[in-house]
């Protein structure tokens, strides 16, 4: 036989134009391992759904997902989420995912009085349980007295325009008063938000959840995985359900005296439309606390803490975009431990520089050397950004700059190290100077330095976990410090939407702030950024 008879056959051109569709109604599951199909099958997506069971799909998963740690399989498979009635604290943890898309409840746009608040288990400390209701009930009486009277204020500063609709001129200042009010709600205040995310991000984020020191967070995790595992919620069940009894009656009408069990035709339609479905009951099962995270966010808080025990928390601006004069390993050492104090970026940066190489390397060792064999490297090992901001600004605003996903965020603990913040700096009128012409800024700050003495004295309490209590007090006034280290589209991207006047001013000013600071460092590029000047009177009317 020649050689010519092995030679394999030349790929032929085909005549089939592309096909391109949309796929509807498979299970999460079924859906990933369809497409994880493509990289081992030469099936297209309608055989490959065709013959894939739930059997095999766990099967599939549990070979190549668990066992070969085929990770981006689950990124594959997306599920969408309600979760309703956690705290304020508890959304800020759980929305803190970099590849995560969702919505919560609006503080501009609802009222949170009506959403009640949630408490933690003070156990025998019953000092500490009055004193954080009463707290949480002076907060709340704030919030509702500072929403009506800076309303009452607005609309005699703001007229209405003749052309706009009275219901639109009250929605917009409600709102407007709604952002002042906030600043008073409590992190205990209830709220609500729905989430699509993959289920490798599900399974990292009910990990980290579960790796959390506040209780109803390590709850919320368990739920989640509980959600995802066990039987989801049925839009259409109720409307199925009124269909098979339709063709139930129907059946037994021809076929007299006939029992459910004899009606055939139902019996398969209640097989296809009421199906128990399980979102993610393979990819998220085994999902538990993750020993890499608390044992490295205790080392490094001990590391932290000897190190800057001589070293008080330096004074800092609201923004600081502080350059780049570090090695990498200057810097991730610098990230870890600002990950697990509460200083500004550019002290601790400046600190660990001072130091010898061999402390720097023993303080990256102590964010690797628990990983496991899946673990991702913390995020703190995100380095090497051209431009990072460490900003200081109350946890209203933030919740607000959290959303900018493209950046590496590192949040510190929530404190009341930092004081907190006064809304507008009375350079808006939505600001300090609406509070005084209402009569009641006196009152606003005496309730927040109120809430912060509550929040250090259950603290100092007797709670099964004290320190995570009382956090639940502290309003959104209260200042968080956080990093966000980004490239510069990102970071035109923020100046640019967060300067924009139908912003709120709290991260209007931020985005103010972060545009100065990019024009005195880098006045090239900064003159192409499109920014709104945070100084000049806005019309509050325009939404």
């Given at each position: 036989?020649s050689?010519?008879?092995?030679?394999?056959?030349?790929?032929t051109?085909?005549s089939a134009?592309?096909?391109?569709?949309a796929?509807?109604g498979?299970?999460?599951?079924?859906?990933?391992f369809a497409?994880?199909k493509?990289?081992?099958s030469?099936l297209?997506m309608r055989e490959?759904l065709?013959?894939?069971s739930?059997?095999?799909?766990?099967q599939?998963?549990n070979?190549?997902?668990?066992?070969y740690?085929?990770?981006?399989?689950?990124?594959?498979?997306?599920i969408?989420?309600?979760?309703e009635r956690?705290s304020?604290?508890?959304a800020?943890?759980?929305?803190?995912?970099?590849?995560?898309d969702?919505?919560?409840?609006?503080t501009?746009y609802q009222?949170?009085l009506?959403?009640?608040?949630?408490s933690?288990d003070?156990?025998a400390?019953d000092?500490?349980?009055?004193?954080y209701r009463?707290t949480i009930?002076?907060?709340?009486?704030?919030?509702?007295?500072?929403?009506?009277?800076?309303?009452?204020?607005l609309?005699?500063?703001?007229l209405?325009?003749?052309?706009?609709?009275?219901?639109a001129?009250?929605?917009?200042?409600?709102?407007?008063?709604f952002?002042v009010?906030?600043?008073l709600?409590?992190l205990a205040?209830?709220t609500?938000?729905?989430q699509?995310?993959?289920a490798?991000t599900?399974?990292t984020?009910v990990?980290?959840?579960l790796?959390?020191?506040a209780?109803?967070?390590r709850?919320?995790?368990e739920k989640?995985?509980?959600?995802?595992?066990?039987?989801?919620?049925n839009?259409?069940a109720?409307?199925?359900?009124a269909?098979i009894d339709?063709l139930?009656t129907?059946?037994?009408?021809?076929?007299?005296g006939?029992?459910?069990?004899e009606?055939?035709?139902?019996?398969?339609?209640?097989?296809?439309?009421?199906?128990e479905?399980r979102t993610a009951?393979t990819l998220?099962?085994?999902?538990?606390?993750?020993?890499?995270?608390i044992?490295?966010r205790?080392?490094?808080?001990?590391a932290?803490?000897?190190?800057f025990?001589?070293h008080?928390?330096?004074?800092?601006?609201l923004?600081d975009?502080?350059?780049?004069?570090e090695?990498?390993e200057?810097?991730l050492?610098?990230?870890?431990l600002?990950?697990?104090s509460?200083h500004?970026?550019?002290?601790?940066?400046?600190?660990?520089?001072?130091l010898?190489a061999s402390?720097?390397?023993e303080?990256?060792e102590l964010?690797?050397?628990?990983?496991?064999?899946?673990?991702?490297?913390?995020?703190a090992?995100?380095?090497?950004?051209?431009?990072?901001?460490?900003?200081?600004?109350?946890i209203g605003?933030?919740?607000?700059?959290h959303r900018?996903?493209?950046?590496?965020?590192?949040?510190?603990?929530?404190t009341?190290?930092?004081?907190?913040?006064l809304p507008?700096?009375?350079?808006l009128?939505a600001g300090?100077?609406i509070?005084?012409?209402?009569?009641?800024?006196?009152?606003?700050c005496?309730?927040m330095?109120?809430?912060?003495?509550a929040?250090?004295?259950?603290?100092?309490?007797?709670?099964?976990?004290p320190?995570e209590s009382a956090l639940y007090?502290?309003?959104?006034?209260?200042?968080?410090?956080?990093l966000?280290?980004?490239d510069f589209a990102?970071?035109?991207?923020?100046?640019?939407?967060?300067?924009?006047?139908?912003?709120?001013?709290?991260?209007?000013?931020?985005?103010?702030e972060?545009?100065?600071a990019l024009q005195?460092?880098h006045?090239s590029?900064?003159?192409?950024i499109r920014v709104?000047?945070?100084t000049?009177?806005?019309?509050?009317l325009?939404?």
């Amino acid at each position: 036989m020649s050689s010519k008879s092995f030679a394999p056959s030349a790929p032929t051109a085909s005549s089939a134009p592309t096909d391109v569709f949309a796929v509807h109604g498979a299970d999460p599951e079924v859906l990933a391992f369809a497409m994880a199909k493509y990289s081992r099958s030469a099936l297209s997506m309608r055989e490959s759904l065709r013959e894939i069971s739930s059997q095999r799909t766990e099967q599939f998963l549990n070979t190549f997902y668990f066992q070969y740690g085929h990770r981006s399989i689950a990124d594959l498979a997306h599920i969408a989420f309600a979760i309703e009635r956690l705290s304020l604290l508890a959304a800020i943890v759980l929305v803190d995912e970099q590849r995560w898309d969702g919505q919560e409840r609006s503080t501009r746009y609802q009222d949170f009085l009506k959403s009640g608040w949630f408490s933690p288990d003070f156990g025998a400390d019953d000092a500490s349980a009055t004193l954080y209701r009463e707290t949480i009930e002076n907060l709340y009486a704030a919030y509702s007295h500072t929403t009506a009277a800076v309303l009452e204020v607005l609309r005699r500063r703001v007229l209405r325009p003749e052309e706009m609709k009275p219901e639109a001129y009250e929605r917009t200042l409600r709102a407007r008063a709604f952002d002042v009010a906030r600043y008073l709600l409590p992190l205990a205040t209830n709220t609500s938000l729905g989430q699509i995310v993959s289920a490798r991000t599900l399974e990292t984020q009910v990990a980290r959840l579960l790796s959390h020191p506040a209780a109803e967070i390590r709850s919320l995790g368990e739920k989640l995985r509980d959600a995802a595992t066990g039987p989801a919620w049925n839009i259409n069940a109720q409307t199925a359900q009124a269909f098979i009894d339709k063709l139930s009656t129907f059946e037994k009408q021809g076929s007299e005296g006939a029992s459910v069990a004899e009606t055939p035709l139902a019996a398969e339609a209640a097989s296809l439309l009421t199906r128990e479905v399980r979102t993610a009951p393979t990819l998220v099962k085994y999902a538990q606390p993750n020993p890499y995270e608390i044992e490295t966010r205790r080392e490094l808080a001990q590391a932290a803490a000897e190190l800057f025990a001589s070293h008080p928390i330096a004074s800092a601006p609201l923004v600081d975009l502080v350059e780049r004069t570090e090695t990498l390993e200057v810097e991730l050492a610098a990230t870890l431990l600002y990950s697990a104090s509460h200083h500004p970026y550019r002290q601790i940066r400046d600190l660990a520089a001072s130091l010898p190489a061999s402390q720097i390397e023993e303080i990256i060792e102590l964010g690797l050397h628990r990983r496991g064999r899946h673990d991702e490297l913390l995020r703190a090992f995100h380095a090497g950004a051209a431009l990072r901001f460490d900003i200081l600004m109350d946890i209203g605003g933030f919740r607000d700059m959290h959303r900018h996903r493209r950046c590496t965020q590192i949040i510190q603990g929530f404190t009341t190290a930092h004081g907190f913040e006064l809304p507008g700096s009375g350079d808006l009128p939505a600001g300090i100077d609406i509070l005084a012409e209402a009569g009641i800024l006196e009152d606003f700050c005496s309730t927040m330095e109120s809430a912060h003495r509550a929040s250090q004295r259950i603290a100092a309490g007797s709670a099964p976990e004290p320190a995570e209590s009382a956090l639940y007090v502290l309003p959104l006034a209260t200042r968080v410090r956080s990093l966000f280290k980004m490239d510069f589209a990102e970071a035109q991207y923020i100046t640019e939407l967060r300067s924009a006047p139908a912003g709120h001013f709290s991260y209007r000013r931020v985005a103010w702030e972060m545009f100065l600071a990019l024009q005195r460092q880098h006045p090239s590029l900064a003159k192409h950024i499109r920014v709104t000047d945070f100084t000049q009177p806005i019309d509050i009317l325009k939404r």
